[in-house]
T-cell receptor, first 108, second 112 residues
Framework: KNEVEQSPQNLTAQEGEFITINCSYS?????LHWLQQHPGGGIVSLFM???GKKKHGRLIATINIQEKHSSLHITASHPRDSAVYIC??????????FGKGTHLIIQP | EAGVVQSPRYKIIEKKQPVAFWCNPI?????LYWYRQNLGQGPELLIR????????DSQLPKDRFSAERLKGVDSTLKIQPAELGDSAVYLC??????????FGSGTRLTVV
C-alpha cells in the first residue's frame, strides 16, 4: 500500500507570502492529485499530475517521479486560500490514497 | 454541468439511531466512491462501485454499514445503528473511468 506523507501539517503565513506544501509517496504511481478542502468538508480537485508541472492562476504544482515527490506552490497568497490541502496518489482499480492534509491559514 | 451532489450536508443523530446519506454522481460517471474522513485525517475508502457492482468494499464495516447503487446511478450509504465513533465527514466521488475524480461537498455526521 502506498504511504503518503505531507508537510507541513499546519502552516500559518501572512498575506502575500509564497507558500509551498510538500508531498512524498512510497510507491510509483500513475497520477498524483492535489485537492483543496474548505471547512464545510467539500473537496475541490486542483490538479492531477503525472509528470512535470502545471499552473492554474496563482497555483503551481510540480512532480518528480524519480524522487516520488510533489510540491504545491501558492504565489501571492490571500486569506481566501485558507483551507486544507490534500495530496492523493493512485487511482483506477486501487482508488486514491490520501495524505492527512496540510492546514493552511493566511492572515491578512 | 452539475457536480457530484450529496445530501444532507449536515446530520446530527443520537447513537444507536439509523442514518442514510445520498449521492448523485456526475452523469456518465461509471465509478462511484464513498469515503470517510475523520477529523485531521485524509479520506479513507469505504466502497467503490463500477456501475451497480460493488467491486471493492473491503473497508466497509459490514456489521453496521450498507450501501447500494441501484441502476448504476445514485447511491445511498446507510449506518444502522450509528455509534459515537462514526462521527466524520462522508464523501462521495465519481469518475468516468480510471482517473479524473470529482468530489461532492460531503455529509458531516455528528453522533451524540
Amino acid at each position: 500500500k502506498n504511504e503518503v506523507e505531507q508537510s507541513p501539517q499546519n502552516l500559518t503565513a501572512q498575506e502575500g507570502e509564497f507558500i509551498t506544501i510538500n508531498c512524498s509517496y512510497s510507491v510509483g504511481i500513475s497520477a498524483l492529485h492535489w485537492l483543496q478542502q474548505h471547512p464545510g468538508g467539500g473537496i475541490v480537485s486542483l490538479f492531477m499530475l503525472s509528470s512535470g508541472k502545471k499552473k492554474h492562476g496563482r497555483l503551481i504544482a510540480t512532480i518528480n517521479i524519480q524522487e516520488k515527490h510533489s510540491s504545491l506552490h501558492i504565489t501571492a497568497s490571500h486569506p481566501r486560500d485558507s483551507a486544507v490541502y490534500i495530496c492523493a496518489v493512485g487511482g483506477g482499480a486501487d482508488g486514491l490514497t490520501f495524505g492527512k492534509g496540510t492546514h493552511l491559514i493566511i492572515q491578512p | 454541468e452539475a457536480g457530484v451532489v450529496q445530501s444532507p450536508r449536515y446530520k446530527i443523530i443520537e447513537k444507536k439511531q439509523p442514518v442514510a446519506f445520498w449521492c448523485n454522481p456526475i452523469s456518465g460517471h461509471n465509478t462511484l466512491y464513498w469515503y470517510r474522513q475523520n477529523l485531521g485525517q485524509g479520506p479513507e475508502l469505504l466502497i467503490r462501485y463500477e456501475n451497480e457492482e460493488a467491486v471493492d468494499d473491503s473497508q466497509l464495516p459490514k456489521d453496521r454499514f450498507s450501501a447500494e447503487r441501484l441502476k448504476g446511478v445514485d447511491s445511498t450509504l446507510k449506518i444502522q445503528p450509528a455509534e459515537l465513533g462514526d462521527s466524520a465527514v462522508y464523501l462521495c466521488a465519481s469518475s468516468p473511468g480510471l482517473l479524473g475524480y470529482t468530489f461532492g461537498s460531503g455529509t458531516r455526521l455528528t453522533v451524540v
